[in-house]
């Protein structure tokens, strides 16, 4: 059982946008803004692609957004391309010191 | 560029130890911390705990706290990873990453290293 929860599975068409959630507690994503999203590949590490519930590291497209709201946090797809289907998992630090992941979300671009 | 390149896959039987290695290059070691985390086999993400190469302190999740060892070498910019007393659910790719930094992320990652555990 993952600490933070996401949606299984998320989908959408080329060009459309897709949001996917991360629901905490005020414990971890709802206490602090740390909260960051990975981008994984089949077989491959992952990518960070957002971090501090907001920020983009360089080389990440602006399609990617994220945004939190009380304890749930956001990672938003735009303009749907065939390179996001992918798997995205979002991180939060904890009290105690701890980083808590959540489940993941498979992205299918349709 | 950023490089973490960590060692090669291992099998190892329940009760043994594993010791995984992720040596850094194209930027200065001491000044990120190394975490580690762990994917077990079509599951998400679980972070073990990361390791400070400027102070030697270390931040274990209490999941693996007692039987994980994390250690860095700056002469080299190694860092290795040692999990004792191995048992079937270890089975996972470990994956060494620099940090954590700016609002905990981890923005560099290593390939993975598949530990089997198996009789």
């Known amino acids: 059982q993952s600490a933070l929860t996401q949606p299984p599975s998320a989908s959408g068409s080329p060009g459309q946008s897709v949001t996917i959630s991360c629901t905490g507690t005020?414990?971890?994503?709802?206490?602090?803004?740390?909260v960051s999203w990975y981008q994984q590949h089949p077989g491959k590490a992952p990518k960070l692609m957002i971090y501090e519930v907001s920020k983009r590291p360089s080389g990440v497209p602006d399609r990617f957004s994220g945004s939190k709201s009380g304890n749930t946090a956001s990672l938003t797809v735009s303009g749907l391309q065939a390179e996001d289907d992918a798997d995205y998992y979002c991180s939060s630090y904890a009290d105690s010191n701890n980083l808590v992941f959540g489940g993941g979300t498979k992205l299918t671009v349709l | 560029q950023v490089q973490l390149v960590q060692s090669g896959a291992e099998v190892k039987k329940p009760g043994a130890s594993v010791k995984v290695s992720c040596k850094a290059s194209g930027y200065t070691f001491i000044t990120y911390g190394i975490s580690w985390v762990r994917q077990a086999p079509g599951q998400g993400l679980e972070c073990m705990g990361w390791?400070?190469?400027?102070?030697?302190?270390?931040n274990y999740a209490q999941k693996v706290q007692g039987r994980v060892t994390m250690t860095t070498d700056t002469s080299t910019s190694t860092a290795y990873m040692e999990l004792r007393s191995l048992r079937s659910d270890d089975t996972a790719v470990y994956y060494c990453a620099r940090g954590p930094k700016d609002g905990y992320s981890l923005g560099y990652w290593g390939q993975g290293t598949l530990v089997t555990v198996s009789s």
């Open positions: 390791i400070s190469p400027y102070t030697g302190n270390t």
């Open positions: 005020s414990s971890d994503v709802g206490g602090y803004n740390y």
